[in-house]
């Protein structure tokens, strides 16, 4: 039986950067007395405000609390929110030495207005298009600095369709890591689905992969999923598919080795941000173990775990170890 301990012991000598779209959640709690004289709108009391790390801020931040050494590679604007989300990475002891800020954007962020523990509204301010050349060449050459001075374990390319992963970012992000020998991980969106050439892991869900391969439908049974890992690979000669499935679990090939890993009964909270976790987690039991069976089952369980907080949260390290030793030890 492998030794959990041991290897959860093993994360914090590992350094692992993202690269992605990242941005600042903002969350407004308030109460309704009354409905506004000038339209029929509810009129929301401010009680409470609060800033959270977003996007795949939320990658680096499941990273670091599991013990990583965690780095964000990503473009802002030249903004108060970018200070603001800066302040928050640097509260956390996230490395973004090597983040870019833009006159040419603004930096992403969402505000949730909230009552009763229900959304009533979200206000979104950001730019989606893709970077321009200048930024893009900033950010490859801030993320060869990277490559050079922190010789990280892994990469992760977290996709929020926000514009930082062009095409060509992409590209060249994936061909340094394999000159240097650097493990990449990829948690995909629809518009650059296969861009993604012969990276290490690629993570989609069911539904992106559906829409990715124009599957009308998609049982989530064994052998259906390992023929969209060979279409998957047709395209990406990527080397392992590890497919998250919500309620029935993940799936992963690598070669000829695929299995199907049932999920957890879990008392399911909020799904949001679970992802986030998932893509983290295999990130980093991989690059400490190159074992892919190991990888699924403790990114399986994570992704379970963090289903049960309400909001978008970061995985608890030692909770997650407790829970990988009592369902697989």
Same mark, same amino acid.
């Given at each position: 039986? &492998?030794?959990?301990?041991? *290897?959860? $012991?093993?994360? &914090? !000598?590992?350094?692992?950067?993202?690269?992605?779209? @990242?941005?600042?959640?903002?969350?407004?709690?308030?109460?309704?007395?009354?409905?506004?004289?000038?339209?029929?709108? &509810?009129?929301?009391?401010?009680?409470?405000?609060?800033?959270?790390?977003?996007?795949?801020?939320?990658?680096? =931040?499941? =990273?670091?609390?599991?013990?990583?050494?965690?780095?964000?590679?990503?473009?802002?604007?030249?903004?108060?929110?970018?200070?603001?989300?800066?302040?928050?990475?640097?509260?956390?002891?996230?490395?973004?030495?090597?983040?870019?800020?833009?006159?040419?954007? /603004?930096?992403?962020?969402?505000?949730?207005?909230? !009552?009763?523990?229900?959304?009533?509204?979200? #206000?979104?301010?950001? +730019?989606?298009?893709?970077?321009?050349?200048?930024?893009?060449?900033?950010?490859?050459?801030?993320?060869?600095?990277?490559?050079?001075?922190? $010789?990280?374990?892994?990469?992760? *390319?977290?996709?929020?369709?926000?514009?930082?992963?062009?095409?060509?970012?992409?590209?060249?992000? /994936?061909?340094?890591?394999?000159?240097?020998?650097?493990?990449?991980?990829?948690?995909?969106?629809? %518009?650059?689905?296969?861009?993604? %050439?012969? @990276?290490? /892991?690629?993570? &989609?869900?069911?539904?992106?992969?559906?829409?990715?391969?124009? =599957? +009308?439908?998609?049982?989530?049974?064994?052998?259906?999923?390992?023929? /969209?890992?060979?279409?998957?690979?047709?395209?990406?000669?990527?080397?392992?598919?590890?497919?998250?499935?919500?309620?029935?679990? @993940?799936?992963?090939?690598?070669?000829?080795?695929?299995?199907?890993?049932?999920?957890? #009964?879990?008392?399911?909270?909020?799904?949001?941000?679970?992802?986030?976790?998932?893509?983290?987690?295999?990130?980093?039991?991989?690059?400490?173990?190159?074992? @892919?069976?190991?990888?699924?089952? +403790?990114?399986? +369980?994570?992704?379970?775990?963090?289903?049960?907080?309400?909001?978008?949260?970061?995985?608890?390290?030692?909770?997650? *170890?407790?829970?990988?030793?009592?369902?697989?030890?």
């Amino acid at each position: 039986m &492998p030794n959990y301990v041991e *290897l959860f $012991r093993r994360f &914090p !000598s590992l350094k692992v950067g993202v690269v992605g779209d @990242v941005m600042l959640d903002t969350y407004m709690w308030g109460h309704v007395e009354r409905i506004s004289p000038e339209a029929p709108v &509810p009129v929301v009391s401010l009680d409470n405000k609060e800033y959270r790390i977003g996007g795949a801020g939320n990658v680096a =931040l499941n =990273l670091h609390s599991l013990g990583a050494q965690s780095f964000v590679l990503s473009v802002t604007g030249d903004d108060e929110d970018a200070l603001r989300l800066l302040q928050l990475f640097g509260s956390q002891g996230i490395n973004t030495a090597y983040c870019i800020r833009s006159r040419d954007r /603004i930096t992403t962020n969402k505000t949730r207005i909230i !009552s009763r523990n229900q959304q009533m509204m979200r #206000l979104d301010s950001e +730019i989606t298009r893709d970077l321009n050349r200048s930024d893009e060449d900033s950010l490859v050459d801030a993320f060869k600095r990277f490559l050079k001075e922190v $010789r990280p374990d892994m990469v992760v *390319l977290e996709d929020y369709n926000k514009g930082v992963l062009t095409e060509g970012v992409i590209q060249r992000v /994936i061909a340094l890591c394999k000159e240097a020998g650097v493990l990449t991980a990829v948690d995909p969106k629809r %518009k650059n689905f296969f861009a993604y %050439k012969g @990276v290490d /892991i690629f993570k &989609p869900n069911l539904k992106e992969v559906k829409e990715a391969l124009n =599957l +009308i439908t998609a049982d989530a049974d064994k052998l259906q999923l390992q023929n /969209i890992h060979y279409e998957l690979y047709r395209h990406l000669k990527h080397g392992i598919s590890f497919i998250t499935l919500s309620e029935k679990g @993940v799936f992963y090939q690598q070669g000829e080795t695929a299995a199907l890993l049932p999920s957890h #009964l879990r008392n399911i909270a909020d799904v949001s941000g679970a992802g986030d976790t998932v893509i983290a987690v295999a990130a980093l039991v991989y690059a400490a173990t190159r074992d @892919v069976q190991q990888m699924a089952a +403790i990114a399986n +369980i994570a992704g379970g775990l963090v289903c049960e907080v309400v909001g978008t949260a970061a995985i608890d390290g030692r909770e997650l *170890l407790r829970e990988t030793e009592r369902l697989l030890g």
